[in-house]
């Protein structure tokens, strides 16, 4: 075979996507969705199967020609008909749309590429679909998680053309010659509707020559246009036009469709106290002068009285008398947008469910409470973690740095608490899993810990400096690195305190370098063998021993001297008999190093050999040790095994 | 010459006699349906052939299948041929199959006496789904992983079994290495273990119940 044939025959192989005969049987579970799959799955092949087995039995005519045996026949042809029915169907709707290709269509193109090959060339979506989730995250259903592959732009543009494909031939036949649609997908919505509607006196649009795409276009078309580029997705829609003045969610306990009339009409639902009748006059006065001027005074007032509707958002005015008048009177603002006029209705009722479900999370200080009472006692009151009761020898990391809340989303949050970790000595809290909470108190705790983003509590990991000196010594780089968690005299903090002498005792030196080289995989502790050199490690343990609260106080630098360390020591616990009962005396410099009965009680240099020193700490063969009332304390002995190892300085 | 060799082989064997029983048997007038199942048998035997000379080049391991099987479509020499007759016969063999059933049906050939025939071919169709879903997993790509993720997830939603019948079929709750070595000895070891036996019994009753003739109207 020629090089072109075998080029040919292997991209024919290629487009030989799925096992054709399998086609049937993955169309078929399309119609059985949900509950019903084991219809589709098992009943019904089940049903086809136990027909083949036992056909000679099913059948007991004695004639053989498929017209005497009508019933059989009819069930053959069924069945037949059926699969081949099934696997056209399948074949269809496998076609990618065509036009869209040729159009150039992006995001049909992405779509063909990612999602047909399993899907088709249309996807039906229920309504309640949270399809961002579906699409990054995948299901149990075997679909594969696309964040790794898709950006999120992609993913949105991706929604936007599932939910409605029609826009998507829109776009591409007016608006992809300059826009890309992932560019559009953040757009605000009002200037979206606004270049729909004014066309081509839109001010971005008015050196094209565009043409009116209020009359071009029909209104079916303008809602899928602009359900493409703002897919009916309520948590989009939220962050993109509603968080800016609302935060996170509003609290709601109305009706659905309460809601939907506040959404669709905008305006004057927010009324506005008159602060004129509840403020005195220089209240008002120094609101308005912080309303022109955030920096001025104010702040706390503005906190006290206007912040649960305008969150941290501080109105304008444009004048001082205009804002004290504001302030004062009060009165309707039209400050929502009527939304009806903006968006479509299925944005309208994704962002109704959505509103509803946020408001379902529960206020924070319902979360605040049931934080307290389930989970404080062994994360503590802000989320900072502590022993574990349950394991011994396991330290649980904080859940309140806004590194952990930033790397969590609501949904793993709630599972977490819901499910507990088992592994880790965590027992589930959801009442589905046998725990206490109700489901909405599991979303209220989420909620409360997902306040702590903002302003977390607690700081972590430190930061690490991203080259130590390879040259930095053990203590220099305890003093950067460890004592940020650790305390800069080990005294602990986040991390484990190194004073406590328990510490010190049970932790050998090589479990104290595995443990900085490797890391800590339960707490925040990371693997510094990656950044530190061994040496640096090495001294770092060294140091480490030094914290030891019960360990003596290193010793001075200057070997210690007779009048200034020695002769204190003496004075007190000697002198009172060696001073004049004779033998050794201990009352002066020359006394101690010549006197004694039996030769020199002080060996310089050599504690060993020093009489005294063998007194002291009971080596020496004959004497008793010294002096008869008690040892002296091990600080004093050392200082006097020093000060002879030293030479046996006078001053 | 070669009739002496024949003779010689003859007197030794007895081929004759099952030559005999087997290709120069009496069969009633018949059509060009009947050579479905004679096509059925030469695809096994090709699907056996080339599988085998796959096995020589394939590595049933997650980090060099899907190279392997890279290497055999676009490096080895005719290795594209091979890859390409089985992947196509895989198709073929179903396709043959279920005309052959039909063409059975329709002619009401599983009535008596040939009942067990019927049986032995209906859990040889089963086998050959079996092997067209085994060695689907095997050039392990994306494509045949989801597949096979979604063929297992289909399997667990049996009720009462259908949760160890995946555990079984995975080697551990998802698809690893474990799977493909299982799905590879299944495909290449166990099913044509038992294809062969079934063949074989399913062969000796075609010959020894004879073949059906075409049924007429009043038959």
Redesign the interface.
């Given at each position: 075979?020629r090089e072109q044939d075998?080029e040919a025959?292997?991209e024919k192989?290629e487009q030989?996507?799925?096992?054709?005969?399998?086609l049937f049987l993955?169309q078929l579970?399309k119609y059985f969705p949900g509950d019903l799959?084991?219809v589709g799955?098992?009943v019904l092949p089940v049903m086809a199967?136990t027909f083949?087995?036992f056909?000679?039995?099913l059948?007991k005519s004695?004639?053989?020609?498929?017209?005497?045996?009508p019933v059989?026949?009819t069930i053959?042809i069924a069945m037949?008909a059926g699969a081949t029915f099934l696997t056209a169907q399948s074949l269809l709707e496998e076609a990618p749309p065509g036009s869209v290709t040729e159009a150039g269509d992006r995001t049909a193109a992405l779509y063909i590429s990612n999602c047909a090959?399993?899907h088709g060339s249309k996807i039906d979506v229920r309504p309640d679909t949270d399809l961002f989730s579906v699409v990054s995250a995948g299901t149990?259903?075997?679909m594969?998680p696309w964040n790794a592959d898709l950006s999120a732009d992609e993913i949105d543009a991706l929604i936007g053309f599932i939910l409605a494909p029609r826009g998507s031939e829109v776009f591409a036949g007016s608006c992809s010659q300059c826009h890309a649609a992932e560019q559009l997908i953040e757009a605000d919505a009002i200037e979206l509707r606004n270049a729909l509607e004014t066309g081509s006196a839109y001010p971005p649009h008015v050196e094209f020559n565009l043409a009116e795409w209020s009359d071009t276009l029909t209104a079916a078309e303008q809602g899928q246009l602009l359900n493409f580029l703002t897919a009916p997705d309520g948590q989009r829609l939220w962050d993109q036009q509603c968080s800016s003045c609302h935060g996170r969610a509003v609290a709601f306990d109305g009706s659905a469709s309460e809601l939907r009339d506040v959404v669709v009409q905008g305006g004057g639902h927010l009324d506005m106290p008159a602060f004129g009748q509840t403020l005195s006059e220089s209240d008002i006065q120094t609101l308005a002068r912080y309303v022109l001027d955030p920096s001025a005074p104010g702040g706390d007032l503005f906190a006290q009285n206007c912040s649960a509707c305008h969150a941290s958002t501080i109105p304008t005015a444009a004048s001082l008398p205009e804002a004290v008048d504001a302030i004062a009177r009060g009165g309707a603002h039209e400050n929502m947008p009527v939304w009806g006029d903006i968006l479509t209705d299925e944005q309208i009722a994704a962002l109704v469910a959505y509103v509803e479900q946020a408001a379902e999370g529960g206020d924070l200080a319902s979360g605040g409470e049931l934080f307290a009472q389930n989970c404080s006692s062994c994360h503590g009151d802000l989320g900072e973690g502590g022993v574990n009761p349950a394991r011994a020898g396991d330290i649980i990391a904080p859940i309140s740095t806004a590194e952990y809340l930033r790397t969590r989303d609501d949904r793993t949050l709630q599972a977490i608490i819901s499910q507990g970790q088992p592994n880790f000595g965590m027992s589930p809290f959801a009442d589905s899993f046998g725990g206490p909470l109700k489901d909405d108190q599991v979303n209220a705790i989420v909620a409360f810990m997902r306040a702590w983003e903002e302003n977390p509590p607690v700081e972590l990991p430190p930061d690490v400096p991203s080259s130590p000196q390879p040259t930095a010594s053990g203590e220099e780089v305890y003093g950067e690195l460890c004592s940020q968690c650790h305390g800069p005299n080990g005294e602990g903090g986040i991390g484990t305190s190194f004073a406590d002498p328990q510490w010190q005792a049970r932790n050998q030196d090589s479990a104290v370098f595995d443990a900085i080289n490797l890391g800590h995989e339960a707490t925040a502790m990371i693997a510094w063998g990656e950044i530190l050199t061994l040496g640096q490690i090495d001294q770092i343990v060294t140091h480490i021993r030094t914290l030891d609260s019960s360990a003596p106080p290193p010793a001075p630098d200057a070997t210690p001297t007779f009048e200034a360390d020695v002769l204190p020591i003496f004075q007190a616990s000697c002198t009172a008999c060696h001073g004049t009962l004779g033998g050794w005396t201990g009352t002066s410099y020359t006394d101690a190093l010549t006197s004694g009965a039996n030769g020199p009680t002080i060996v310089p240099g050599s504690p060993d050999s020093s009489r005294l020193v063998q007194s002291l700490i009971g080596t020496h063969p004959t004497g008793m040790v010294m002096p008869p009332s008690g040892a002296l304390s091990a600080a004093d002995i050392q200082t006097i095994i020093d000060w002879v190892a030293g030479g046996a300085p006078e001053k | 010459m070669s009739s002496k060799i024949g003779d010689w082989v003859n007197e030794r064997s007895g081929w004759r006699n099952h030559y005999a029983a087997i290709f120069l048997r009496k069969i009633p007038k018949i059509n060009w349906l009947y050579t479905l199942g004679s096509a059925t048998l030469f695809t096994m035997t090709l699907q056996f052939a080339t599988g085998i000379l796959l096995t020589l080049y394939y590595v049933p391991e997650p980090t060099q299948a899907h190279a392997s099987v890279d290497y055999i479509t676009n490096e080895l020499t005719f290795g594209w041929l091979i890859r390409g007759l089985h992947h196509w016969g895989s198709s073929a063999m179903v396709l043959l199959v279920i005309l052959h059933m039909v063409r059975v049906i329709a002619y009401g050939a599983y009535k008596y006496p040939r009942e067990a025939t019927w049986f032995s071919g209906v859990a040889l169709l089963l086998l050959t789904f079996s092997f067209g879903f085994t060695g689907y997993l095997l050039p392990w790509d994306q494509r045949a992983y989801w597949a096979t993720v979604v063929g297992t997830r289909i399997g667990e939603v049996t009720p009462f079994v259908g949760g160890s019948l995946k555990s079984v079929m995975l080697g551990g709750e998802e698809i690893s290495g474990l799977t493909l070595t299982r799905f590879y000895g299944a495909h290449v070891w166990i099913l044509p273990a038992v294809l062969l036996v079934l063949v074989g019994i399913h062969m000796y009753l075609v010959i020894r119940n004879g073949i059906t003739a075409v049924p007429k109207r009043n038959e």
């Open positions: 075979m075998r025959y292997l192989y030989q996507k799925k096992k054709g005969y399998f993955f579970l799959e084991v799955v098992i199967l083949l087995i056909l000679p039995y059948d004695p004639w053989r020609h498929w017209s005497a045996r059989i026949s053959t037949l090959g399993c149990h259903e075997g594969p | -």
